[in-house]
């Protein structure tokens, strides 16, 4: 089983960025998958997470990010509109059975994709 989270790079402020996660060995449509972000330096938060039916936002992403499925790829996206400096993040997806908060209970990492928001 492994994800790969993909779509990173370096955006304006007010930019716009596609963030990817794509499973293999596992099918993402009988899981739920969050979208995490970590600093150097700062402990890794959940930024938004999706079920079958639902969606979960954290403050400082919500109405700004938006988080999809696509169970035919088995891909799960984050679009992330309105960039911020402070979103700079290396960013994570990850499975669990349910939108919880813990990090603990995700599983199969992945290596991350690196978002850089500066002028």
């Known amino acids: 089983v492994q994800l790969q989270a993909s779509g990173g790079g370096l955006v304006q402020p007010g930019g716009s960025l596609r963030l990817s996660c794509a499973a293999s060995g596992v099918g993402l449509d009988y899981y739920a998958v969050g979208w995490f972000r970590q600093v150097p330096g700062k402990e890794r938060e959940r930024i938004a997470c999706i079920t079958d039916d639902t969606t979960y936002y954290e403050d400082p992403v919500k109405g700004r990010f938006t988080i999809s499925r696509d169970n035919a790829k088995n891909t799960v996206y984050l679009q992330m509109n309105s960039l911020e400096p402070e979103d700079t993040a290396v960013y994570y997806c990850?499975?669990?059975?349910?939108?919880?908060?813990?990090?603990?209970?995700?599983?199969?990492w992945g290596l991350g994709t690196q978002v850089t928001v500066s002028s």
């Open positions: 990850a499975i669990n059975t349910i939108c919880g908060t813990s990090l603990f209970a995700y599983s199969y």
